[in-house]
DNA sequence: TCGAATTTGTGCGTATGTATC
DNA sequence: GGATACATACGCACAAATTCG
């Protein structure tokens, strides 16, 4: 069976089905082989022909739906996010503006609560006084859609402090829903002239590639986002992109010429 | 034996094992139990024991090594990368200076080549005259060392139509070795006055992993970056960094205010 | 230096549950 | 309902790496 075992069977039964994936035997949506089929096939046990394909899967290269079959799924060529601090647009939010570009659907589902903010995030916001148990800010969880499907998760924390008894108190409420922080803060007199986002990457917890539709384990780009007024922190944000949709660009003239 | 099964037994062995780590009760470097310890100690199979363990491995938590044990890995603190597209400094280039500024020893090593550029490099660098089989760029891979560790790899190009005839052909030799493209640049009346950073993430290839001293299948954030002067590129780079040890700084300030 | 014991990695077989078609 | 598929869980065996006496 094995003339030269330098690596692995299963390492070497999963090379094979990658390549016929590379050379466009099997494309997007196939069927692979089944697991019984392939160790019929190959003359492997069904464990063996199960771990190979549980190496797609893993690398993204596939999907399995249970009762169903494993299908190959092939990373789209990834869209890019421009990165940038403020970019008043006719379209909102810089996210609908960039999936607007390339022509895609885009949406949001979001849900707001008043909450206390957890030690990293006061810090992040820079609220040092205490307010004892009393709720300081306001929290956002959305939901960034393109064409229908989920692709982006951001958590969002805003500063009771600076957004108590104004209009945009909720992020999603009133004139400005949808139109983004910066247009939001600019309206009460806040307007964002810095920001600093720290870009890292990891795998995506299971919550995360659930409802991100991501296969388990898959790797997430993370960006922890503070925008400033005046020194004055007004948002930070948490947000998690899946790393084989996004490239994130970043620009030197971005922060000097908005676009408009 | 499942009193309830709602979640997979593996996934219930891995919540256990997840939460004595958390706990503080298995700590750094600490040995997991072994595959044949935990089958016993819970009267489940050794597979299912060994399922649980490949959870936390894949999870980062803990890395296995043949022959020996499974060992706890706390993922350390990343450093900050401050991502600018300018700064000059008395410590040269603006890696030199973040490694600097934490108080770890910096160092590189580097090799230079004079080569034909592949036709994504050529694009990246807008060369769009057909130089025929010709040489058209130097191309220089970097090894960037915190503390004797390697930890960057990076892929410099330069278009020949920029240096050839300057004294800073080769980027690492001369009067302004190590201090960075941007002062190598000014000194040929190149200012450069715009980038771009593409940032992904992926696995690491085999050789990156080895020449990092990661474990295989280690997640890397990758950078695309380009310089231009007065819109013309002056140089292009494919930057690898481990994510577990980095995090990029972005800000919208730099941009617009070099530090000094 | 050698060998015994331990541990992970790989590969085989089987069985059952459950989702899909 | 029946056939097929994946997911989970059990069992066993051997190879390779490591550790330790």
Redesign the pocket.
Known sequence: ??RE?E??????VADQLRERIRSGELQEGD???????L?ADL?????????A??VL?SEGLAV???????FVRLPREPQRLIRAWYRATPYGSPFMQDMHRQGREAGWSYESKTVQASPEIRDRLGLTESTGDAEDVVRTDYVFLADGEPVMLSTSWEPLVVTRGTPIVLPEDGMLAGRGVAERMLSIGMPIDDWVEEVAARLGTAEECERLRRAAGSIMVTIKRTYYSADTQVETADIVVPADRFTLVYSGKMGCVPEQ
């Not at 003359?43 to 771990?51: C, Q």
Request: aromatic content about 2%; proline content about 8%.
């Open positions: 069976m094995n075992d690596r692995p069977l299963y390492l070497r069927r692979l082989p089944s697991v019984p089929g160790a003359g492997i046990s069904r464990s063996t022909a199960s771990e394909l549980k899967i399995a739906r249970s009762g169903s079959g494993t």
